[in-house]
């Protein structure tokens, strides 16, 4: 996995994803992510889903949970 392709994708994918490849196990992800350990599983497959389709972060319908990203749609939120 490349850093530059992990620059499109949400902070939490990323940070979930970079914290696997390094070895951590789901339940230090899910308390460095603030989210219940069972959920981190899922947060990884649509991590790498999102990884392979080479998709922008917001076109698979999902939130960004990153207040500092930018919307899909250019919305100011």
Not at 1 to 8: G, K
Not at 54 to 73: F, T, W, Y
């Given at each position: 996995?490349?850093?530059?392709?992990?620059?499109?994708l949400p902070r939490a994918y990323r940070i979930g994803l970079r914290l696997q490849e390094l070895g951590?196990?789901?339940?230090?992800?899910?308390?460095?992510?603030?989210?219940?350990?069972?959920?981190?599983?899922?947060?990884?497959?649509?991590?790498?889903?999102?990884?392979?389709?080479?998709?922008?972060?917001?076109?698979?319908?999902?939130?960004?949970?990153?207040?500092?990203?930018?919307?899909?749609?250019?919305?100011?939120?």
């Open positions: 996995m490349e850093p530059s392709d992990l620059d499109d951590a196990d789901e339940d230090l992800i899910g308390e460095c992510l603030g989210i219940d350990p069972a959920g981190v599983s899922t947060l990884i497959d649509i991590g790498r889903q999102k990884l392979a389709a080479g998709q922008p972060s917001g076109q698979l319908g999902l939130a960004d949970s990153d207040p500092d990203s930018p919307s899909p749609e250019g919305d100011p939120r």
